[in-house]
Every structure is written in structure tokens, then in C-alpha cells.
């Protein structure tokens, strides 16, 4: 999902939505068992002129964290804390 003009906090909280509208959702498997779901988000701020490449580097490494720390929850990109990369703090 890309949106023009946020900054980290208003990405956070549409983040914290989508998860928040996701996780608890039960599906039914064809063998009759429910489900329920749950999402980690990866989200980051580009930056005119970032490459896609960074900027999938950037939210696959906010992802990767959002699963390392406990799963079902929103981390979004520090540049402080990733060695993708070293633009400013958010």
C-alpha cells in the first residue's frame, strides 16, 4: 500500500487499523477447523529519489522486526536501528 504526505505517525495508526481489522478474523479450512489471523506490518517513509529497491528493502526489514518481536503488531522502518539504510531517525 503506498500513501503520499504521512509521516510516521499517521502511517503507524493506518497501519495499526489494518492490523487491527485483520487479527481475530477466523477462516474455515476445507477440513472444517477455524483459523484465527493475525498481521505484522513493515512499514517505512520514502523519500524522493529512494529506489524501489531500498524501499523494499526498508519495509521488508520493518517486517522482519514487526515478526521478531512477537508477531501481530506494526514496526515502522528505523534507520537508526537498520543497516539498510542511514537516512534520518522517524
Known sequence: ML???LGAQSLRAIAEVVRQAVTGTAITLADGRQVKL???VG???VDRGDSIDAVVD???AALYAAKSQGRDRVV???PVRNDVDRRRAV
Do not use: F, K, Q
Request: with cysteine; charged share 15%; aromatic share 6%.
Open 38 to 40: 493475525t498481521v505484522s
Open 3 to 5: 500513501i503520499n504526505g
Open 43 to 45: 512499514t517505512c517513509l
Open 76 to 78: 515502522v522502518y528505523d
Open 58 to 60: 526498508m519495509a521488508d
